[in-house]
């Protein structure tokens, strides 16, 4: 009998061999059941598929199971585009944990990711350390939108953190929306 070689879908890669599938597919039931060490064994020897495991693990919350693939996975897997939106995910869970270490990790390994979502969750946590960090990352694009939340909220230790980091125009858009809310602090602030 003749058997015909298929593509496989899994997740977001094509495998055209049933041992890709089913590494993919025993990685994710790794994660599910808990498995990190199982897991840590099939991503040292399939790295290549850890990042539907590693989507995977956003969507469903496995925190553990993240930090696993974040340690052990090369960065030029992390690196890819399909994995933006897991990372981008990661980062602002990170960012409300206040866990400066992941964010650093992050860093190191992914390379210029986009913060903006993860900025405007430490800047809604109050969270000096983690906003100066993320604002260091970021485009100032992301760094006028926290700006101008963080004013026209009245956080002034936010304004302040994010000040070093903003352009003029991101410091004119918040002071036109601070006055309008009558936050004078804040407003003497964006000025000085």
Not at 56 to 66: I, K
Not at 129 to 152: M, N, Q, R
Not at 160 to 166: G, I, N, P, T, W
Request: net charge negative; glycine share 6%.
């Amino acid at each position: 009998m003749k058997t015909t070689r298929r593509n496989v879908v899994w997740g977001s890669i094509r495998f055209t061999n049933p041992i890709q599938s089913a590494v993919a597919g025993a990685m994710i039931d790794a994660a599910d059941t808990s498995r990190l060490d199982m897991l840590g064994i099939l991503t040292k020897k399939s790295a290549p598929y850890a990042g539907d495991t590693l989507y995977h693990a956003v969507m469903n919350d496995q925190w553990e199971v993240q930090e696993l693939l974040l340690e052990m996975c090369e960065a030029k897997y992390l690196k890819e585009p399909r994995m933006a939106s897991s990372i981008g995910s990661m980062l602002e869970q990170a960012a409300a944990d206040d866990d400066l270490e992941i964010l650093q990790q992050i860093f190191s390994k992914c390379g210029e990711v986009d913060v903006g979502d993860a900025l405007g969750t430490a800047v809604e946590n109050d969270s000096v350390k983690v906003v100066s960090l993320l604002a260091e990352k970021s485009k100032h694009s992301s760094v006028a939108g926290a700006l101008i939340d963080a004013a026209t909220g009245g956080k002034a230790e936010m304004v302040q953190a994010l000040l070093d980091h903003a352009d003029h125009q991101a410091i004119e858009k918040a002071l036109r929306k601070t006055v309008k809310s009558g936050n004078d602090e804040i407003s003497k602030m964006l000025i000085s």
